[in-house]
């Protein structure tokens, strides 16, 4: 008898170790597949979804957005891997959608309402594109758009334990609850000579062009759902509810708080009140073409023999953000003296990769850039000094451009660079070099039997100082604001509500 007690025992315990080893190495392997991904939340059948603001922003899934651009980008890498690898994840899991918490918001430069336009948009396609592969039910949605996020900045601010978290807090406190946006972002910016706004701008803002989310998920279950346990709503949102208003009374939750009702946003056009008069007011794009000139090729003197402008010109091309630019240039001077058989006959080509230190956007300051460059060529300082030839070379440049006009769009810039250049050449005399009757032609400098002759037989190779500039820019073209396309002009109108935010 004690025995067969025994027995039941040690069944019982056994039993009771496999179920702790089967639930706790069941729940170790769902969150081993997810640990990648902290954005991915795996809930209990009763459990609700609960993050605090602090949570939400270390572990939030980040789309991200240049400045001035709602347009999603979906080749980034966040959106690759959640398309790649969290979604067929989740479908081998079986995962259910079952709630997704998502934030948009755009950084304090340029006008209010223009900053609300793109958090909204930023918003809304991160959403959409969410929604084509992942169906939340609306009622366990939190959609939020925050048209300039000074929240945000604190946090980051507070993160990073800048030094000037006190006095922005001071004045984010000051103003911001008050509606007075356009006073915080001027006493911002007046702060030690706007020196505090542009570290804000370098450091901070592009964390503010983003969209975050933070998605829930349950285990499909296989009990009927009249079988299911009644959860109360979590996060409602009217079903009427498409837009926020027109207000500086934008939402902003305190820690831990995402229960209210928040709207969803739809690519819907804002309802325009005509009562309320608007006045116009001007935003500035950004450039994407730029046309440069060297100062010295188009002044240069050859010492000792001649004037020879070298008519030259470089495109540059500046995305939207970040610090890398193309360049193509060419310089083609077509001088010749011939009573004085002299020549300066060039066309070089080539081709600049610019990294520039301060980017965002701005493309100002210092840089570093690499390039490769091929000419052909004829030069003739007197009758016995000629050489033609092709040659090719490459190198590195250090460089400045600053800003020279209150617009802008003019910028000086120095240069410096050094590399490497090979060229395959035949010196030219003119008239005939065996004979020395100037005949009136030109003739290689040569003096062995014919059947020997070799074009091209001369090489010349050099490495040091290759590149020597005093540029002048101008900002050619812009990008439009409002709608696609560019333009020569470097701002637009926008139509701004009286007496509303962004004033």
């Given at each position: 008898?004690?025995?067969?007690?025994?027995?039941?025992?040690?069944?019982?315990?056994?039993?009771?170790?496999?179920?702790?080893?089967?639930?706790?190495?069941?729940?170790?392997?769902d969150?081993?597949?997810?640990?990648?991904?902290?954005?991915?939340?795996?809930?209990?059948?009763?459990?609700?979804?609960?993050?605090?603001?602090?949570?939400?922003?270390?572990?939030?899934?980040?789309?991200?957005?240049?400045?001035?651009?709602?347009?999603?980008?979906?080749?980034?890498?966040?959106?690759?891997?959640?398309?790649?690898?969290?979604?067929?994840?989740?479908?081998?899991?079986?995962?259910?959608?079952?709630?997704?918490i998502?934030?948009?918001?755009a950084?304090?430069?340029?006008?209010?309402?223009?900053?609300?336009?793109?958090?909204?948009?930023?918003?809304?396609?991160?959403?959409?594109?969410?929604?084509?592969?992942?169906?939340?039910?609306?009622?366990?949605?939190?959609?939020?758009?925050?048209?300039?996020?000074?929240?945000?900045?604190?946090?980051?601010?507070?993160?990073?334990?800048?030094?000037?978290?006190?006095?922005?807090k001071?004045?984010?406190?000051?103003?911001?609850?008050?509606?007075?946006?356009?006073q915080?972002k001027?006493?911002?910016?007046?702060i030690?000579?706007?020196?505090?706004?542009?570290?804000?701008?370098?450091?901070?803002?592009?964390?503010?062009?983003?969209?975050?989310?933070?998605?829930?998920f349950?285990?499909?279950?296989s009990?009927?759902?009249s079988?299911?346990?009644?959860?109360?709503?979590?996060?409602?949102?009217?079903?009427?509810?498409?837009?926020?208003?027109d207000?500086?009374?934008?939402?902003?939750?305190?820690?831990?708080?995402?229960?209210?009702?928040?709207?969803?946003?739809?690519?819907?056009?804002?309802?325009?009140?005509?009562?309320?008069?608007?006045?116009?007011?001007?935003?500035?794009?950004?450039?994407?073409?730029?046309?440069?000139?060297?100062?010295?090729?188009?002044?240069?003197?050859?010492?000792?023999?001649?004037?020879?402008?070298?008519?030259?010109v470089?495109l540059?091309?500046?995305?939207l953000?970040?610090?890398?630019?193309?360049?193509?240039?060419f310089t083609?001077?077509?001088?010749?003296?011939?009573?004085?058989?002299?020549?300066?006959?060039?066309?070089?080509?080539?081709?600049?990769?610019?990294?520039?230190?301060?980017?965002?956007?701005?493309?100002?300051?210092?840089?570093?850039?690499?390039?490769?460059?091929?000419?052909?060529?004829?030069?003739?300082?007197?009758?016995?000094?000629?050489?033609?030839?092709?040659?090719?070379?490459?190198?590195?440049?250090?460089?400045?451009?600053?800003?020279?006009?209150?617009?802008?769009?003019?910028?000086?810039?120095?240069?410096?660079?050094v590399?490497?250049?090979?060229?395959q050449?035949?010196?030219?005399?003119?008239?005939?070099?065996?004979?020395?009757?100037?005949?009136?032609?030109?003739?290689?400098?040569?003096?062995?039997k014919?059947?020997?002759?070799?074009?091209?037989?001369?090489?010349?190779?050099?490495?040091?100082?290759?590149?020597?500039?005093?540029?002048?820019?101008?900002?050619?073209?812009?990008?439009?604001?409002?709608?696609?396309?560019?333009?020569?002009?470097?701002?637009?109108?926008?139509?701004?509500?009286?007496?509303?935010?962004?004033?």
């Amino acid at each position: 008898m004690m025995q067969m007690v025994r027995r039941h025992k040690r069944s019982l315990l056994l039993t009771l170790m496999l179920a702790v080893y089967v639930s706790v190495f069941s729940q170790s392997d769902d969150s081993t597949r997810f640990s990648k991904y902290p954005y991915i939340f795996i809930l209990d059948e009763n459990q609700k979804p609960s993050i605090t603001d602090e949570q939400f922003y270390k572990v939030a899934l980040k789309v991200i957005f240049p400045v001035d651009v709602f347009t999603l980008d979906t080749s980034q890498e966040s959106i690759k891997e959640f398309i790649q690898d969290v979604i067929p994840q989740i479908n081998t899991d079986s995962l259910k959608p079952h709630s997704i918490i998502l934030r948009g918001s755009a950084s304090p430069e340029g006008p209010y309402r223009w900053n609300q336009k793109l958090g909204k948009e930023r918003t809304a396609r991160t959403f959409n594109y969410i929604n084509q592969h992942l169906k939340f039910p609306e009622e366990h949605r939190t959609i939020n758009s925050t048209p300039e996020n000074y929240q945000l900045l604190l946090h980051l601010m507070k993160e990073a334990n800048d030094p000037s978290y006190r006095i922005v807090k001071s004045l984010v406190d000051k103003y911001y609850e008050a509606g007075m946006l356009s006073q915080l972002k001027q006493h911002l910016k007046r702060i030690d000579g706007g020196k505090l706004w542009d570290r804000l701008y370098k450091e901070y803002y592009s964390e503010l062009r983003m969209a975050r989310v933070v998605l829930f998920f349950k285990k499909k279950h296989s009990r009927p759902p009249s079988q299911q346990p009644s959860q109360q709503p979590y996060m409602a949102v009217p079903a009427d509810s498409l837009a926020l208003p027109d207000s500086i009374a934008v939402e902003l939750l305190p820690i831990g708080q995402f229960e209210k009702p928040l709207p969803i946003f739809t690519e819907s056009k804002e309802q325009v009140n005509p009562d309320v008069p608007y006045i116009p007011i001007r935003l500035y794009r950004r450039h994407i073409l730029g046309i440069r000139t060297n100062l010295l090729y188009d002044f240069f003197y050859l010492p000792g023999h001649y004037w020879a402008p070298s008519p030259n010109v470089q495109l540059e091309y500046y995305p939207l953000t970040g610090h890398f630019t193309a360049n193509l240039g060419f310089t083609g001077p077509y001088w010749h003296h011939w009573n004085r058989q002299q020549f300066w006959q060039i066309r070089d080509y080539v081709f600049e990769g610019r990294y520039y230190f301060v980017g965002l956007g701005q493309f100002i300051g210092p840089y570093v850039s690499a390039y490769v460059h091929t000419n052909i060529y004829g030069i003739g300082l007197s009758k016995t000094k000629g050489w033609e030839g092709e040659g090719l070379g490459g190198g590195a440049i250090f460089g400045y451009t600053m800003n020279i006009s209150r617009n802008k769009r003019w910028r000086l810039e120095f240069s410096i660079g050094v590399g490497y250049y090979r060229t395959q050449y035949d010196p030219y005399v003119y008239g005939n070099p065996k004979s020395t009757v100037e005949d009136g032609l030109y003739y290689y400098d040569y003096l062995g039997k014919k059947e020997n002759f070799k074009e091209r037989n001369h090489v010349f190779t050099w490495i040091g100082p290759t590149n020597l500039g005093v540029h002048l820019t101008y900002d050619l073209l812009y990008r439009r604001i409002q709608k696609k396309g560019v333009s020569f002009n470097r701002s637009e109108l926008y139509q701004r509500k009286k007496g509303g935010a962004d004033e």
